[in-house]
């Protein structure tokens, strides 16, 4: 080995053994300082004859390198394990909670009228609104019930002290029926809409609220039958449903407004006492449920709105939207509807994100 | 209504089960609620022989008795019934069975150190009846160990539900005839009257209130018994719920509920002078069957003597001239009444009795003369006497009425075909006259019967609702049409909106404690109901925030921390004409703690007005507002913090949303701890979006070149608006400056007394070429002058 490889061994051996960077820093000045050691080598090569220096300039130039080279591998060794005990300081506790961002909800009312809308959207059903604080006249003696009827004590009716624009008394309206009449009167026929709301009836318990919600729906057109208004309610049921296994009872029944009148009973078993729709009411383990009220609408109400009745016909039908949203969502308490409770609403909400569509379904799956 | 089987096949021959009657009574619209089988109630329950009976060795009122039931050892029953007697047949519960009246399951037990294996039962034990002093009684022939049940003759009830078009259905016959029109049974014929009228009607009976009372028949029965009612009718009227009372009054009810026909019986001795049908006199009093005593006025008919009221007509009776056990001699009285006026009396007085429902909705105006011999009958075979001629006074409504029917109306209304000869069939058997020319003459009893669709119903709910076939309403070409007007569409992203914002939708009530609605009225009129439910539901909402606030209360009571709530619903106003004036709103309420304490941020942060800004603004840009044109005002309201709300305006009028903290009397007033955050966001004040209602966005452009920030600093008025320093700040060189943002806000040292110091980061866009020096310096200029103008100096 000559003189400058024991030099190159030596001089690697004690770099690499740089305890940190300063004393790596000082090697460097020792070595390849301006007065370093192999700078001064470096320097005797100027001295040097051509000849000599072609003999001896390569060993001192591998010497520089070699060492300059264990100074830069050293280095880089030394940072990389300062990073890494910097880093090993810097450990975070990531089972530690991140910061919550609060969970809205939509309300299981509001779902459903958008899931009703949604459906009768398909069947070509525009949505319809109306006052909810009406006058006697649209409430009812335009839906055939005149003073004196024994159905207008029947509904159970919030009325006001202020007597009305055109004469009558001020209420709170106790169906979604006087937009059928506010309806024809504005745009005529044909027609085919559904109202939902807000309705009023001074009962309450655990079934009843004085404050609910129903959508009523119309079709007035020509030719129109009780075989489509069979049809319409069954296929809404199964679409709002999504099920084909909807059984419908049709009762005769009486509303001053429609003639004839239809009571639709829907089948329904209980499971683990609750009730799940599906199947005849006649089944054994099953039973009949009151579901909605409908009826071809009746000649008088077709005449108080301004329409020829012997050119147009048609049916109407009202829902209890909550009592919807109760059957298929499962809740059974009506008065919790109206409570605010944010578990509740957390528990019974729906995401934003679960929109009605046809395409994705309407309902939003538990 | 109930009524048992015994009793509706009385009137209709059937084979028919009860569950076959309950299907056709809901085909045909005649609703069964419920149907009670009273043999499941006794089961377990038999007829039994005391055979010994000998005092209880530990009590003295108890007696020891032996038992047969026909089979097997006679069984030992300790009795505390002073009738119990050996030889005595009996109604025995053997162990197993459930009394009726209590619920007591019987068992083998040991009374005072002597086994009893049953019980004998009294008859309110057994829900029979009222009697209870000591234990049924059953004749000597009755058939030891028969059930008791099939011994009582208990036959099934049913309760169904008339709708109120069918007064002719308010009684078992004329269920029975709509039962036999279906096909359940054949209508048996009514028993023929012969009453011979001994002696003409010593009382005079006239109408002086032809309208209220159009028709007043009576007659008189001189010598009755008023007993007890025979067994059989009793026992209907209890399966229909009515207490037995005696004879005279059974009776009568037994008409109105076997023929849905009220009718009255006086005590004759009670009555001096005519018996006049009239108008009462305004202020008049009686003291009805109810004890209770009504004043009545001159829209009222009543029955009246010389010496005053005996009936409210149709309504009630009185109690002065009501039949009692001494009773000798009556006055029957048929009449017919005009429906509403009924009701309107009715309503009036708060009376609600069974001959109200029947004569409110119309009895049968052709039934007076037949109805009074029903009646006659009935009271000679169980209470003996002597009938008078009848009286009439006035004549009922009984013309007939008819109508032009096509049988074709059948298919095209109600969609089913149904042979011409079935719907004369059906007409007919429900006793409307069919024409050759399809002239159809309807009974009177059919109040509810105005035109063509009538009968349609009528045939089409005989004939079977469940053989209307579905149709498909005829479907619109293509893909279903968008129907949502734009405030539902408005709504809708609104709702979706706020609930991806982290808000729970509430519904709470449109209607408030007064208190609360006055609170929030800002002094307008409120709607306030005449009859509501209670005080805390009685004027419409004027705003949407107290409801929300008492739902935040409510969860702050149950512990919640931090409540985020919104409500998408009516205010409810009122119409220069005093019409409804109803707003839709979108309120969004946060109380409490927006985030709890936590290991990063230390102490919980609570809801200030800012957060209700940021929901304001998010939810106004979400609808389409035009948020960066909108003015922060103030008159937010008294119920809200007068230095922490604002209202945001589009234009000095126009206010499209209030926000802030409540004010801290609202919060005591809703005893809630602060601070609660609100906002209202008033959707109809919305503008709808300008320009075509296209697809297409405008072209992407944006700068060629990078903006420029350049900051400022200001000392301005303690009381000036940020915004009105920003608003002057971009308004300085419109080309140039293209954003503004206030970074930072500071009083305090270095800042003058009564300043405070704002700075602003502005940002320029260059157009085509980059900003030189002395350009951006020219702007700075400008910038700074126009802060000038606002008493803002730009900081050394």
Redesign the interface.
């Known amino acids: 080995m000559s003189e400058h490889e024991q030099m190159a061994h030596e001089a690697s051996a004690r770099i690499a053994g740089a305890a940190d960077l300063n004393a790596l820093e000082a090697m460097r000045v020792e070595y390849l300082g301006k007065q370093g050691s192999i700078s001064g080598l470096l320097k005797t090569l100027g001295k040097m004859s051509p000849d000599e220096r072609q003999e001896k300039a390569p060993a001192i130039q591998s010497l520089r390198q070699t060492v300059a080279d264990a100074l830069t591998a050293r280095k880089d060794e030394l940072e990389a394990a300062e990073l890494e005990a910097r880093l090993a300081t810097e450990t975070l506790d990531l089972t530690l909670p991140a910061p919550a961002a609060p969970k809205g909800s939509v309300h299981p009312v509001s779902q459903v009228m958008d899931e009703l809308a949604e459906i009768f959207a398909d069947l070509g059903f525009a949505v319809a609104t109306g006052p909810e604080i009406e006058d006697d006249w649209y409430n009812f003696t335009a839906l055939n019930m005149p003073e004196s009827h024994p159905a207008r004590a029947m509904h159970d009716t919030f009325y006001f002290p202020d007597t009305a624009p055109k004469g009558g008394k001020m209420l709170l309206r106790t169906h979604t029926s006087p937009v059928q009449v506010r309806t024809m009167m504005a745009e005529g026929a044909p027609l085919r809409i559904i109202a939902p709301g807000r309705v009023y009836r001074s009962d309450s318990d655990a079934t009843h609220t004085p404050m609910f919600h129903q959508i009523e729906g119309l079709v007035i057109d020509k030719g129109i039958h009780l075989g489509h208004l069979k049809w319409t309610l069954e296929t809404f049921l199964k679409a709002f449903f999504e099920t084909e296994d909807i059984v419908l009872r049709l009762r005769p029944s009486y509303f001053p407004f429609t003639e004839p009148s239809v009571e639709v009973d829907v089948g329904f078993a209980i499971e683990n006492g609750k009730r799940i729709l599906g199947g005849s009411g006649d089944e054994p383990g099953h039973g009949w449920m009151e579901l909605l009220g409908s009826g071809m609408v009746n000649r008088r109400v077709i005449e108080f709105a301004g329409l020829d009745p012997d050119e147009w016909q048609g049916f109407a039908f009202g829902v209890g939207v909550d009592r919807l949203a109760m059957l298929k969502y499962g809740m059974d308490d009506l008065r919790a509807f109206f409570d605010g409770d944010t578990r509740w609403l957390s528990h019974y909400g729906f995401s934003p994100f679960d929109q009605p569509t046809l395409s994705a379904g309407v309902g939003a799956k538990a | 209504m109930k009524f048992s089987l015994e009793w509706l096949t009385y009137f209709l021959e059937t084979e028919a089960s009860v569950a076959e009657i309950a299907?056709k009574l809901?085909?045909?619209?005649i609703?069964v609620e419920d149907i009670e089988d009273p043999a499941e109630k006794l089961e377990g329950f038999r007829v039994a022989e005391v055979l010994t009976a000998r005092p209880h060795p530990d009590a003295d009122k108890l007696q020891v008795l032996t038992v047969s039931t026909g089979e097997g050892d006679p069984l030992t029953v300790v009795c505390g019934a002073p009738n119990a007697r050996a030889g005595m047949k009996g109604v025995l519960g053997v162990a197993g069975a459930v009394v009726p009246a209590n619920g007591m399951k019987l068992r083998k037990s040991e009374i005072r150190g002597v086994e009893s294996n049953g019980m004998m039962c009294s008859v309110r034990e057994l829900e029979l009846g009222d009697a209870h002093e000591g234990i049924i009684e059953l004749p000597e022939d009755a058939p030891v160990g028969e059930d008791f049940a099939t011994y009582h003759g208990a036959s099934p009830v049913f309760d169904v539900a008339i709708?109120?078009?069918?007064p002719d259905c308010m009684g078992v016959y004329g269920i029975a005839r709509d039962l036999a029109a279906a096909g359940m049974g054949t209508l048996k014929p009514l028993r023929e009257h012969d009453i011979a009228a001994t002696f003409p009607c010593p009382v005079e009976i006239r109408t002086e209130d032809p309208e209220g009372c159009p028709a007043f028949y009576g007659r008189v029965i001189k010598g009755v018994t008023n007993g007890e009612s025979p067994e059989w009718m009793q026992k209907r009227l209890m399966a229909a719920g009515q207490r037995p009372i005696s004879a005279l009054v059974d009776i009568t009810n037994y008409m109105m509920l076997s023929f849905g026909r009220p009718a009255h019986v006086y005590d004759l001795a009670k009555l001096s002078g005519p018996v006049v049908a009239r108008r009462a006199r305004d202020g008049e009093q009686v003291l009805a069957l109810n004890e209770k005593t009504y004043t009545l006025d001159s829209s009222m008919t009543v029955i009246a003597d010389d010496n005053g009221v005996h009936d409210i007509a149709g309504v009630m009776g009185g109690e002065h001239s009501s039949v009692q056990p001494e009773t000798t001699d009556v006055l029957l009285e048929i009449a017919y009444f005009d429906?509403?006026a009924i009701?309107?009396t009715g309503?009036k007085l708060g009376i609600a009795t069974d001959a109200r429902t029947r004569f409110?909705?119309g009895v049968d105006p052709a039934w007076l003369d037949e109805g009074l011999e029903s009646l006659t009958s009935l009271i000679k075979r169980f209470c003996g006497g002597d009938a008078s001629e009848i009286v009439r006074a006035g004549t009922p409504p009984t013309e007939p009425k008819v109508i032009a029917f096509d049988p074709g109306l059948t298919?095209?209304?109600?969609?089913?075909e149904v042979p011409e000869s079935e719907q004369k069939r059906i007409l007919e058997a429900l006793d409307f006259a069919v024409g050759p020319d399809w002239q159809v003459t309807f009974p009177p009893r059919r109040h509810?019967i105005e035109?063509a669709?009538?009968l349609?119903?009528e045939v089409?709910?005989i004939h079977g609702?469940?053989k209307?076939?579905?149709?498909?309403?005829p479907?619109?070409e293509g893909v279903?049409?968008?129907?949502?007007?734009p405030?539902?569409a408005l709504e809708?992203r609104l709702?979706?909106?706020?609930?991806?914002?982290?808000?729970?939708?509430?519904?709470?009530?449109?209607?408030l404690p007064t208190r609360q609605a006055q609170h929030f009225a800002d002094g307008d009129a409120l709607?306030?109901?005449?009859?509501?439910?209670s005080e805390d539901?009685k004027a419409?909402r004027p705003s949407l925030i107290p409801?929300?606030l008492?739902?935040?209360k409510?969860?702050a009571d149950?512990g919640?921390a931090g409540?985020?709530?919104f409500e998408?619903?009516?205010r409810?106003l009122r119409?220069q004409?005093?019409?409804?004036d109803?707003h839709p709103t979108l309120c969004v309420l946060l109380a409490g703690e927006k985030?709890p304490r936590?290991?990063?941020?230390g102490k919980a942060a609570k809801f200030d007005a800012f957060d209700g800004k940021a929901e304001a603004e998010a939810l106004l840009a979400e609808a389409g507002a035009p948020v960066d044109k909108l003015m922060v005002m103030g008159e937010a309201g008294g119920q809200f913090h007068p230095g922490q709300s604002a209202t945001l305006r589009l234009g000095p009028k126009n206010v499209l949303a209030r926000f802030g903290a409540l004010h801290p009397v609202t919060l005591d007033a809703f005893d809630i701890d602060g601070p609660v955050v609100a906002v209202e966001i008033y959707l109809d004040a919305i503008p709808a979006r300008k320009g075509k209602a296209g697809f297409e966005k405008p072209d992407f452009a944006p700068p060629a070149l990078q903006s420029v920030e350049r900051d400022f600093a200001f000392f301005v008025p303690q009381d000036l608006a940020a915004a009105d320093l920003l608003r002057a700040v971009r308004g300085a060189d419109k080309a140039n400056i293209v954003d503004a943002r206030v970074f930072d806000v500071f009083e305090g040292q270095g800042v003058p007394e009564g300043k405070k110091s704002i700075a602003i980061e502005v940002t320029l866009q260059p157009g085509e070429k980059s900003f030189k020096d002395e350009e951006l310096k020219a702007i700075s200029d400008k910038v700074v002058a126009a802060a000038a103008r606002q008493g803002a100096e730009l900081r050394g």
């Open positions: 299907a809901n085909a045909i619209g609703e709708t109120p078009n069918r429906p509403e009701g309107v309503r409110e909705r298919a095209r209304l109600g969609g089913v509810d035109g669709a009538d349609v119903e089409v709910r609702l469940d209307v076939a579905s149709v498909a309403l479907r619109v279903a049409r968008p129907t949502a007007t405030m539902q809708r709702r979706r909106s706020a609930a991806a914002r982290g808000l729970n939708e509430a519904v709470t009530w449109s209607f709607w306030v109901l005449d009859n509501p439910i539901m419409m409801g929300l008492s739902a935040a409510r969860n149950r919640a409540v985020r709530l998408v619903g009516r409810y119409g004409d005093g019409s409804s109803e985030t936590g290991w990063a941020t």
